[in-house]
């Protein structure tokens, strides 16, 4: 009878010690796959503010922040990352028939772009303050001004604003037309300064999670 309580406490003592070691593997397991928080973000005006950057430094946000523009088509003309600069040459604004693009934001911005001749350029601007980094976006618009020609009648209408005749329409302008010719200056555009810097804030996330995602893979495969 005693030799049998000693065994049933035996095997009680040997299953306890097998599911206390079990529970501290999957723990364990637990810990091995954490991963550092995502950088947490946020947009102050036109600024974005990266509060913790582990693992992202100025050249890793130039990277995101070129790729976002670029998918806006905008052109980059200057990007030094020593200074933390991103420049893009001036974009024609979108017309009603490009649907694909994303330069208007706003209603009031996309029926303008269809009446007038409209260009923008954006600045970023990257810098480090304290403990994190900041992203300003600065865009600029202006709309093209040009003289109208006086023509002596509406058949010679097609001259108004090019070398053109009734059979050949040209793009080539008036030499005193494009003498007059000039850039008026519109301000910032706010909107797309929010839009731009909401969409390297998604990406920088996205390229976090493909970051942990990555090295979960390889700390499964070791």
Not at 14 to 19: D, E, S
Not at 31 to 47: D, E, F, H, I, R
């Amino acid at each position: 009878m005693l030799k049998k309580e000693k065994k049933h406490e035996c095997r009680s003592t040997y299953r306890l010690c097998l599911y206390a070691l079990m529970m501290c593997a999957l723990i364990l397991a637990g810990c091995a796959q954490q991963t550092s928080a995502p950088p947490s973000m946020k947009v102050l005006g036109s600024v974005l503010h990266i509060e913790q950057h582990q693992g992202i430094d100025t050249s890793d946000l130039m990277k995101v922040a070129e790729d976002v523009l670029a998918g806006m088509y905008f052109a980059i003309d200057k990007a030094d990352a020593n200074v933390g600069v991103i420049r893009t040459r001036p974009l024609p604004a979108a017309q009603f028939f490009e649907f694909w693009r994303s330069d208007n934001v706003g209603a009031d911005n996309t029926l303008a772009a269809n009446i007038h001749t409209i260009r923008r350029t954006v600045t970023l601007n990257i810098s480090q303050q304290d403990k994190e980094l900041q992203i300003g976006c600065e865009v600029q618009a202006h709309r093209l001004s040009m003289l109208e020609r006086q023509v002596s009648s509406s058949a010679r209408i097609y001259g108004i604003f090019s070398q053109s005749s009734p059979l050949l329409q040209r793009l080539i302008l008036n030499p005193e037309q494009k003498k007059d010719m000039a850039w008026i200056d519109l301000g910032r555009d706010s909107r797309l300064e929010a839009e731009i810097l909401k969409r390297i804030e998604a990406k920088i996330a996205d390229t976090s999670d493909l970051s942990d995602k990555s090295r979960r893979q390889k700390g499964n495969k070791t």
